[in-house]
């Protein structure tokens, strides 16, 4: 991917709505929230999708066992929601009144944030 300091712009952020476009089955076309971005990596862990068993000894603090947790997915197979629609729609990016750079969803238009 060429130079690992500076991390691609991606077009999902934290706190989104997206849909699974590909990937297992059981996860596909849910509405669900980016919890946590890694740019570097190009994958997002999103709630309650591409869940992993993860195994963990008894401490003092924790009674251990097995728990469930998201790992993360490409962003390729994520697609934001759209505010007006509540569909899946592809994300532009404009310049907006204030100057700043804004996302926009480009089926309806409607900015994004």
Same mark, same amino acid.
């Given at each position: 991917?060429g130079?690992?300091?500076?991390? &691609? ?15 297992? +089955?059981?996860? =596909? ?6 919890? $946590?971005?890694?740019? $570097?990596?190009? =994958? ?7 869940? =992993? ?7 003092q603090?924790? &009674?251990?066992?097995?728990? $469930? ?15 007006a ?18 996302? +926009? ?9």
């Amino acid at each position: 991917m060429g130079n690992k300091r500076f991390a &691609p712009k991606l077009k999902i952020k934290k706190g989104d709505k997206v849909v699974v476009i590909a990937g297992a +089955y059981k996860d =596909r076309s849910k509405v669900r929230e980016v919890l $946590e971005v890694i740019p $570097e990596k190009n =994958r997002a862990v999103v709630d309650q999708v591409n869940l =992993r068993k993860k195994h963990s000894k008894p401490t003092q603090d924790s &009674p251990g066992g097995i728990n $469930e947790i998201a790992a993360p997915i490409h962003i390729s197979n994520l697609m934001l929601v759209d505010p007006a629609s509540g569909e899946p729609t592809r994300v532009g990016r404009q310049v907006g009144d204030d100057g700043k750079i804004v996302r +926009y969803s480009k089926k309806s238009g409607q900015t994004i944030d």
